[in-house]
Each structure stands twice: as structure tokens, then as C-alpha cells.
């Protein structure tokens, strides 16, 4: 694979950055993932739009430039000949010349990474087969809504749910469903209404998420943008999850209590394939 470090067209294992680099000491770095259907990006601009504004709130000092970073993105899928998968780009606030919790002078460059996997999104095991999912804490940082390199307790949860022979995990704060462990989380109520959590800090604003929900009123189904517990959940006519490297994934069994008749649900395989045709 090529991938691009600082400015730079690497083979892999020629690519380095600093052990001073603040993403690797502090997490101290934000990502995007993009998905690539037919060789072309999906939300590109979403996703620069929430880039923005993660590296704004964290005040790391690197501009967003849309069409430079569009054109790096795009210089990597043809390299690397991606037809389907994802792009993920990193900005790190800097590698400082020691270690340090003060952030370094203004003067330290941002670091900047970016590296393609190929990946079947639109053939799909997890797809056909729809998800289990167990659930665990939400024991994250309460700035959920920045997509930082922070993410040691998802993957801890993860593997978790692995253990109890779940496929991911959901998280629970207060009693209720914030999201999946890299992935927004959705039940279908006996109307029909789709129901997921509302936008807030504590949870990431997905991409796949505001399209979904698009496709959604496109289809003529209720939302309702709020909390529900693992309860309401298990009850549930369906559920789902959506992000960029999944879309859409059904999910048929929550905590060992299957969802429905425990396979994926209508409205979840629907929305998946509306959401591909309209990004074919
Ligand atoms: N994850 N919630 C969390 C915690 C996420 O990490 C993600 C994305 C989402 C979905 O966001 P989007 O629809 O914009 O992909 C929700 C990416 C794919 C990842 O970490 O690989």
C-alpha cells in the first residue's frame, strides 16, 4: 500500500512518524473515516465539515482544505486501486520536541496521515447475517461528539463483546443507549418509528447517520430522536446500526435476547439498500 505522511507518498513500511508525535503520546489527534463505492468517496464534504469542526473544538492549529485533502484522498484510492473501502485521514496536533501536557508553540506543524483499505461494503456477511450485540458502560470521555484517536475503551468493549460471543458492543449511560462502539445505534418501535439517541456531546454526529435518516423521511417513516434503554431495545421490532464502514448493519440479538424473530428486519435491509442506490 501507498499511503501519505506529512506531506509525502510512502510505501507502508517506509512511512514514520515521531515518537513525540502527540497523537501517539496524548491521543492528542482527531480522524475521519470515508467509504469508497466504484472508486468514488461517499460524504465527502460531511466529512470534512466535522473534521472542522473536531480540530476547531480541540484547537489544534491545521486549516481544512477541502479540495487539497480531496485530491490527496483521491491520489491514494488510485494508487492503491480502491474500487470499495475506506479512506481514514488522522491530524495530529504535532509532534513537540519532548514530552509534554502543555500543548507545544504554535509553531509545531500538524501532523497529517492518510492510508486506504480495501473493503466489501456493498456484499456483506454481517449484512445478511445482522448483528449481536452486548451491552457495557459507557465509560468514554463526555466529548463524544469529537471523532479523536481516543479510542482504548471501544476497542476494550469490543473485545469484550467478543468474549461473550457478541459481534460489538453498546454503550449505556444513565440507564440508556448513547451508541455502538464505532457505529450510531437505532430500534424500530411496533409503528414503525425509527428511534436513536439524539444529537449531543454524547455521542458521535454520523455521517451515515443524517443520510440514513434522509432515507428514512424519503421512505415516509417516523423518527424520533431520543434515548431508549437495552429494554426497550430487546423489545424492539428491529434494530440497527449505521457508520461509514458498515452503512447499514441489522442487528438480531441484544444481550442473548433475540430482536424480533432475530433476523435482520425489513425496514433496516430497505434502508440499506436505498442508501446504496443513492450512492452508486
Ligand atoms: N466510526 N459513533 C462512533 C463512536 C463512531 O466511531 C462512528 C464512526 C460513528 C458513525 O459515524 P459515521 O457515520 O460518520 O461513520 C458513530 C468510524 C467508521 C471508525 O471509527 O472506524
Not at 458492543?169 to 443507549?177: F, N, T
Not at 434503554?229 to 449505521?242: G, L, P, S
Request: charged share 25%; hydrophobic share 40%; proline share 2%.
Amino acid at each position: 500500500r501507498t499511503v501519505y505522511v506529512n506531506g509525502k507518498y510512502v510505501p507502508e513500511n517506509e512511512a514514520s512518524v515521531s515518537i513525540f508525535d502527540r497523537a501517539f503520546l496524548f491521543a492528542d489527534a482527531v480522524y475521519e473515516v470515508t467509504s469508497v463505492l466504484e472508486g468514488k468517496l461517499i460524504d465527502f464534504h460531511g466529512h470534512m465539515t466535522r473534521l472542522e469542526r473536531s480540530i476547531r473544538e480541540l484547537g489544534i492549529n491545521f486549516t481544512v482544505d477541502s479540495d487539497a485533502l480531496l485530491a490527496i484522498h483521491r491520489e491514494l484510492i488510485s494508487k492503491n486501486n480502491i474500487t470499495e473501502g475506506l479512506v481514514y485521514l488522522q491530524v495530529s496536533r504535532g509532534a513537540a520536541s519532548d514530552r509534554d501536557f502543555m500543548f507545544p508553540a504554535s509553531d509545531v506543524e500538524p501532523g497529517l496521515v492518510l492510508f486506504t483499505q480495501a473493503k466489501s461494503l456493498i456484499k456483506s456477511a454481517a449484512a445478511d447475517r445482522g448483528l449481536k450485540v452486548a451491552s457495557f458502560p459507557d465509560q468514554r470521555w463526555r466529548r463524544c461528539d469529537i471523532k479523536t484517536v481516543q479510542l482504548l475503551y471501544s476497542s476494550l468493549v469490543k473485545n469484550e463483546a467478543a468474549k461473550k460471543g457478541a459481534d460489538d458492543a453498546w454503550l449505556v449511560l444513565d440507564g440508556k443507549v448513547t451508541e455502538g462502539s464505532s457505529n450510531n445505534a437505532y430500534i424500530v418501535d411496533e409503528n414503525n418509528t425509527i428511534i436513536t439517541r439524539e444529537l449531543s456531546n454524547d455521542i458521535l454526529h454520523g455521517i451515515t447517520r443524517k443520510a440514513i435518516l434522509q432515507c428514512a423521511a424519503e421512505l415516509d417513516l417516523k423518527v424520533e430522536e431520543r434515548a431508549f434503554t437495552i429494554a426497550e431495545a430487546q423489545k424492539a421490532k428491529e434494530a440497527f446500526i449505521t457508520s461509514a464502514s458498515s452503512f447499514v448493519y441489522p442487528v438480531v440479538e441484544i444481550d442473548d435476547v433475540k430482536i424480533g424473530e432475530g433476523t435482520p428486519g425489513p425496514i433496516a435491509k430497505r434502508l440499506r439498500e436505498i442508501y446504496i442506490e443513492a450512492n452508486l
